[in-house]
Nanobody, 121 residues
Framework: QLVESGGGLVQAGGSLRLSCVATRTADSGRTLGWYRQAPGEQRELVAAITADSTRTKYADSVKGRFTVSRDNAKSTIYLAMDSLKPEDTAVYFC????????????????WGQGTQVTVSS
């Protein structure tokens, strides 16, 4: 199960911290990531982190502003978002990810409900 939380409405320049409880059997041992989908757009990978937290990957659009982390003991992955921009507005999801494959996308039936992030200008 994937349960995202922490979204909300924030002004440009503000911050939010998203959480995702990932309790599927294999989640603690695999790379997880945050994705987002804006209206009319394709879902895209925003950030990913390996199971042991030694490697991370970020989309160019969020580098230097977003930080991904995880706590395997709590089955939770986090996304700290700073200096938010209106273009960050989207529904944010967590799921399995790949640090190495730019085309990896989790199965269509594996997604949670996501959490809405809205950044006003």
């Amino acid at each position: 199960q994937l349960v995202e939380s922490g979204g909300g409405l924030v002004q440009a320049g503000g911050s939010l911290r998203l959480s995702c409880v990932a309790t599927r059997t294999a989640d603690s041992g695999r790379t997880l990531g945050w994705y987002r989908q804006a209206p009319g757009e394709q879902r895209e990978l925003v950030a990913a982190i390996t199971a042991d937290s030694t490697r991370t990957k970020y989309a160019d659009s969020v580098k230097g502003r977003f930080t991904v982390s995880r706590d395997n003991a709590k089955s939770t992955i986090y996304l700290a978002m700073d200096s938010l921009k209106p273009e960050d507005t989207a529904v944010y999801f967590c799921n399995s990810a790949s640090i190495y494959s730019p085309t990896y996308m989790p199965p269509a039936d594996s997604w949670g409900q996501g959490t809405q992030v809205t950044v006003s200008s």
